[in-house]
């Protein structure tokens, strides 16, 4: 058998050497011992709940949750002076202001003020490569305010369980003058600690792209103290599992005597009244390591006080991991990156539109409502724990109602500050009635395709030019046509008119064509109608092909992928005595050729085609005369299926070494220099556009709709430690 013995020994400062003696049944045994002494250190421990809003219970529900953790957190510390509480997210002090007395509120303030409360900078845990520049910085602002109105320090803000964050996040926290930030990366499907170790080389600087600087740690988890000392803590657990969470950190370059243990407990729990009394304890026992209950900001304050200038720099991106569970609803994700997109010119337009007329008041609740929702849909959280394999129990469905709705009434909202506001503003443009007012929000002229509807009978006049602006027909009504036309030269952060003038002729119907060949004066472009995409684009300037015909895919053809629905394994979760799943891609086929029409400002051909589960594809490539630029209009009809699945539109660039770049927020990413050791390299989440570049050629792919790309290759659940190289697929 096995015995456990503790021998307690005189302190002492040098290494030195000894001997145990083992006496047992009248006989000895003495092995030599050699004793080195430890680091005094201090541990301080951050009490914190993790935040889903959803995913555990329904939201409203988590909003009572985790305002009665507050309660716990105020009436634990009334009775233990030294506890301290961090709540996981600015919207839990928020929605603990909207249910709970001003008595009790009060007290809360009363806590914040003292620094025995600590609130964060964020409003929610968010996927930081989704969002917007603007909804990124806007997701501090709530904070700020609570914090000039109730005291305590604006300086500091936590990630919890999202593994990564965008490399602009280091630059949007070091801009708005905070100090600190806190990752607690979560390596379920992200093995971004056990391939980078970023947790052991913490603290650190992360230098965003605009060199922008913030003091960050990473801790293994969220729950870091639950998992040390267990709930509810217990002395002999941490015993035996803290020296061996030290080891990370006891090394001659770090040169503190702090650590950082984050997190007690797992999301929307009550909590555990024993834990304030685990510092205390624990001290009675034993000298060191001692335990403390703090904030992030004193902790981190302690340690980068003791290391100085031995404090690391990290210039790198994440590589966004849980930016992929935005896709669970492709359309409405979509919905929500085009609002984000648009929410400033709605707040452009509504600013403009009180300096018009001084007696226009902007609608702020609107404004603050729309701004509500984009963050909300933001947050990490998207529906019930059970929807990945129960997807119509009842939470998941209305956890799912409640998700999309961030995004439904963001558009709302959106479409009513915008229409309002232009028209306040179009009162006071001398134009004559019946006029279309075109504006543009944007900071620099454009030349752009416009969609609009008109009424049958009249004709669109550039009342600049006084000319007849030629249109393309889309489809008709009973008393519109829905038509497309050229605008160009709209001013910057301003508008151009267009007379709806009489005209009793009927437009001329274009002369149909079934050519497959498609040209203007840059490309030459090949149509594959079969798979309803693109066999070939010639570069003229270039005298280049830039469609990889070796690729099993045409260029932006659909590509369905099966697989993976046998669980456990690499596409689902990272664990590397998993298998790899087998997948199968299955591009668009049957297709065939609609229509190719000239136009006024170009040529537009349009294909359907069909695939696995989507019984339509239709494709329209717009061909512009002017511009160097080809337009892909895609709509998908897809049946609904609860097999694992995987849609893509596919780019086969003809590169066979490229560098790619995609942008950030503030910045851009090259995926071979700029990923954190770690960080995902499987999928890529893209503001608003992708480009391959090798020798003397660019392409560049926009995804207006899409956030999310890969590289060279599907996702295949590889979980790759270097770039490597790719094709320019």
Request: net charge negative; glycine share 6%; proline share 6%.
């Amino acid at each position: 058998g096995e015995y456990r013995v503790v021998l307690q020994v005189p302190e002492f400062t040098q290494p030195a050497k000894g001997q145990l003696t083992v006496t047992f049944s009248g006989h000895a045994s003495r092995f030599p011992v050699d004793l080195n002494p430890g680091k005094k250190w201090n541990v301080f421990v951050v009490p914190n709940e993790h935040l889903d809003i959803g995913y555990s219970d329904y939201p409203t529900k988590v909003a009572e949750i985790q305002s009665r953790a507050i309660d716990e957190a105020i009436e634990m510390i009334g009775k233990n002076p030294d506890f301290r509480y961090s709540p996981d997210a600015y919207w839990s002090v928020e929605q603990f202001m909207h249910g709970r007395s001003p008595e009790q509120s009060q007290k809360m303030f009363d806590m914040v003020a003292q620094k025995k409360l600590f609130i964060p900078a964020q409003f929610a845990s968010n996927v930081t490569g989704f969002a917007s520049l603007e909804d990124t910085i806007r997701s501090l602002y709530p904070s700020y305010q609570f914090h000039l109105q109730h005291g305590g320090d604006f300086d500091y803000a936590n990630i919890t369980d999202v593994p990564s964050c965008t490399w602009s996040y280091a630059s949007v926290l070091a801009a708005a003058g905070l100090k600190y930030f806190v990752d607690a990366s979560d390596n379920w499907r992200a093995p971004i600690i056990l391939f980078g170790r970023v947790n052991e080389r913490s603290p650190f600087w992360w230098e965003g792209p605009d060199g922008g600087r913030i003091l960050m740690w990473v801790s293994r988890h969220y729950i870091q103290a639950a998992s040390l000392f267990g709930l509810p803590p217990q002395i002999g657990a941490g015993r035996d599992s803290l020296p061996i969470f030290l080891q990370a950190y006891d090394r001659p370059d770090y040169k503190s005597d702090g650590v950082l243990v984050f997190g007690t407990q797992v999301e929307n729990t009550d909590l555990f009244p024993q834990q304030a009394t685990l510092a205390s304890d624990w001290n009675q026992v034993y000298a060191f390591p001692k335990l403390r209950f703090s904030g992030f900001s004193e902790a981190m304050q302690y340690i980068s006080g003791q290391l100085g200038d031995s404090i690391p720099v990290i210039r790198a991106d994440g590589g966004p991991y849980w930016e992929d569970g935005l896709l669970t609803d492709a359309r409405t994700t979509s919905l929500a990156r085009a609002n984000e997109q648009r929410a400033l010119a709605a707040e452009k337009f509504s600013t403009i539109s009180s300096l018009v007329n001084p007696i226009i008041r902007p609608d702020s609740e609107a404004m603050k409502l729309l701004w509500d929702n984009l963050r909300m849909f933001d947050e990490h959280t998207w529906t019930s724990y059970r929807s990945w394999d129960d997807p119509e129990h009842a939470e998941s469905v209305r956890q799912n109602v409640v998700k999309e709705s961030r995004a439904t009434n963001g558009k709302l909202l959106l479409e009513q500050l915008l229409d309002r506001s232009m028209a306040s503003i179009a009162d006071y443009i001398d134009r004559p009635t019946q006029t279309l007012v075109l504006f543009n929000p944007l900071s620099w002229q454009r030349t752009h395709l416009v969609e609009v509807d008109i009424n049958r009978g009249v004709k669109l006049v550039d009342l600049a030019t006084k000319e007849t602006v030629p249109y393309q027909e889309i489809y008709t009504g009973k008393g519109f046509r829905h038509v497309r036309f050229l605008a160009q030269n709209v001013p910057a952060v301003g508008y151009k008119n267009y007379a709806l003038a009489a005209d009793a002729s009927e437009p001329t119907a274009p002369a149909p064509s079934a050519s497959t060949t498609l040209e203007n004066n840059y490309y030459r472009l090949t149509l594959d109608p079969e798979t309803g995409a693109v066999r070939s684009i010639v570069d003229k300037e270039l005298n280049r092909e830039l469609v990889d015909g070796s690729s099993p895919y045409r260029f932006n053809q659909y590509v369905y992928v099966t697989g993976a629905d046998k669980p456990r394994n690499t596409a689902l979760e990272y664990k590397p005595v998993l298998p790899k799943p087998v997948l199968e891609s299955h591009g668009a086929n049957a297709g065939r050729l609609v229509s190719v029409t000239k136009t006024a400002f170009g040529t537009a051909a349009k294909m359907e085609s069909s695939a696995v589960n989507t019984p339509r594809v239709e494709t329209e490539i717009v061909l512009l005369d002017s511009e160097k630029k080809i337009e892909f209009i895609n709509r998908v009809e897809k049946t609904k299926v609860y097999s694992k699945e995987a849609v893509y539109f596919a780019f086969p660039i003809a590169m066979d070494h490229p560098e790619f770049r995609y942008e950030i927020q503030n910045g851009f990413v090259n995926p071979a220099r700029n990923i954190m050791k770690g960080g995902n390299l499987e999928w890529f989440s893209v503001q608003h556009w992708v480009a391959a570049d090798q020798d003397d050629a660019s392409v560049a792919v926009v995804p207006v709709d899409a956030h999310l790309v890969t590289l060279g290759d599907i996702v295949r659940g590889s979980w790759p430690r270097e770039f490597g190289n790719r094709k320019g697929t």
